[in-house]
């Protein structure tokens, strides 16, 4: 897997912590950062401050963060404490699997972000935890006006 062309983002719905059907072609017009995780993932409890620190930074550049969650039947009880105690304050989808990973050309574990530009085009995968530094080089092009080089779309750290 190296570079790949500019793809359309595919079809989203799942649900929120409320229980209601969210979908990513709702977000379109802003860019969008979806982090896929997992309560029983060791990278993804050392990810999420960064990510939530991320959000902060960015959110008032029309950078929308959503963590979707993998966590199935035996672990989906646990994501409200996970989300409390890392003080995570964008949006939190759950119902997400192997087949949403998939979809996005994912690997087979988590963590997993996809960038998506304003028109729902994915511009940027990282496999594996992200790190700030790389965050951050994503978002400064998307809100920068595209400048210089793109940053790497695909970044493996599985």
Known sequence: ?????????PNLTLRNLSGEKVKLTDYRGKIVVLNFWATWCGPCREEMPMLVEAE???????V???AISLDGD???????????????GFPVW????ADELD?????????DTVFIDENGIIIGRVLGEIRRG??????AWL????????????VNHM
């Open 103 to 111: 979809k996005f050309r994912l690997g087979d574990g988590v963590p």
């Open 1 to 9: 897997m190296g570079v790949f062309a500019a793809e359309k983002a």
């Open 56 to 62: 902060k930074a960015w959110a008032g550049n029309g």
């Open 134 to 139: 790389e965050l951050d080089e994503r978002l």
């Open 74 to 88: 035996k672990t989906k009880a646990e994501i409200s404490s996970f989300t409390a105690r890392y003080h995570v």
């Open 94 to 97: 759950t119902g997400a699997s």
């Open 64 to 66: 929308a963060f959503i």
């Open 143 to 154: 809100t920068g006006g595209r400048k210089g080089e793109q940053p790497k779309t695909l």
